[in-house]
């Protein structure tokens, strides 16, 4: 099996997904109740996988699927749902965080909305829902309520209140190093205070 480490920026390894196989599993393998559970036995399936090209992603390896919606959807995934799987519980979760926001944008900006599908174009919007701007959090209200998906728009509200009210989110204190307030403290004895 190939190294990714030592794989140069823009190879192709023979154990890299491609979009397509990616936007498959992510959209026709799973079910829906799979993408915001916490599943020990999918994430391990997601890192055997995907976290070679995870890797690769992550080392900015994967511009040249930049051409095609479907192939900016499949590295949006990958940076922004397979590392949250993969690195659950570590710093290494959000580590991709503004990469797979940057690339939201310019999918954006390219017309992709108008031809993904409702579903995916929920997980092309996701970067902004993962952000801790909550400039970014306007723009995903705007986003949400044009798809009419109700629950991902309820979900958004949810993270735009965290975000207007504590300018981060405390659930990522811990692993990132960062002291809670007393507030903050607070508000993580609640029930559903993280995601």
């Not at 900016?72 to 749902?81: G, K, P, T, Y």
């Amino acid at each position: 099996m190939t190294n990714p480490a030592d794989t140069p920026r823009d190879a192709q390894p023979a154990d890299l997904a491609s979009p397509d196989e990616i936007v498959a599993f992510w959209f026709d393998e799973l079910a829906p109740r799979d993408w915001f559970r916490k599943s020990t036995a999918l994430d391990r399936r997601i890192a055997e996988r995907f976290g070679a090209t995870l890797t690769v992603a992550a080392q900015s390896g994967l511009k040249r699927w930049r051409t095609r919606p479907i192939g900016r959807l499949a590295e949006i995934l990958v940076l922004d749902q397979f590392s949250r799987n993969i690195h659950r519980d570590t710093p290494q979760a959000f580590a991709n965080d503004s990469e797979a926001l940057a690339l939201a944008r310019e999918a954006i900006a390219a017309g992709d909305d108008n031809v993904l599908t409702r579903q995916q174009c929920a997980f092309l919007y996701m970067p902004f829902m993962h952000s801790e701007a909550l400039v970014d959090h306007g723009v995903a209200l705007r986003l949400y309520k044009s798809l009419g998906l109700a629950g991902h728009l309820k979900a958004e509200r949810q993270h735009y209140a965290i975000i207007e009210r504590f300018g981060r989110y405390p659930h990522r204190n811990a692993l990132l190093g960062r002291q809670s307030t007393p507030a903050e403290k607070a508000f993580l004895r609640e029930p559903g205070s993280s995601f």
